[in-house]
């Protein structure tokens, strides 16, 4: 069973700063890309920001130059650093992981976390 957890949401300021924390555990052969997604009321899940394995990243136009997404992969654990975060920031983040539990494409799966709010407002 493979789990991903997350930690780190609650309420901020504009202009403020927070991390986001996401550590996958169980039955984990290898982690490929990892990713952060939002949904905002009344909206679509959209895509943040993703990691490859070797590193390399990508963000959503509306976050670039704000916020940046690490991982430790030792720890099994990717961070989203938010900075300068504005009130259209608000929504629930959730952590994404295409995980593999074996050798092999055929157990290769993609995983969620249960979601963590970011609320920013004065």
């Known amino acids: 069973q493979v789990q991903l957890v997350e930690s780190g949401g609650g309420l901020v300021q504009p202009g403020g700063s927070q991390r986001l924390s996401c550590a996958a555990s169980?039955?984990?052969?290898?982690?490929?890309?990892m990713a952060w997604y939002r949904q905002a009321p009344g909206k679509q899940r959209e895509l943040v920001a993703g990691i490859t394995s070797a590193a390399s990243t990508n963000y959503a136009d509306a976050v670039k130059g704000r916020f940046t997404i690490s991982r430790d992969n030792a720890k099994k654990t990717v961070y989203l650093q938010m900075n300068s975060l504005k009130p259209e920031d608000t929504a629930v983040y959730y952590c994404?992981?295409?995980?593999?539990?074996?050798?092999?494409?055929?157990?290769?799966?993609?995983?969620w976390g249960q979601g963590t709010q970011v609320t920013v407002s004065s």
């Open positions: 169980g039955r984990i052969y290898s982690i490929n890309t």
């Open positions: 994404n992981a295409e995980i593999q539990t074996g050798p092999g494409s055929r157990w290769r799966n993609e995983y």
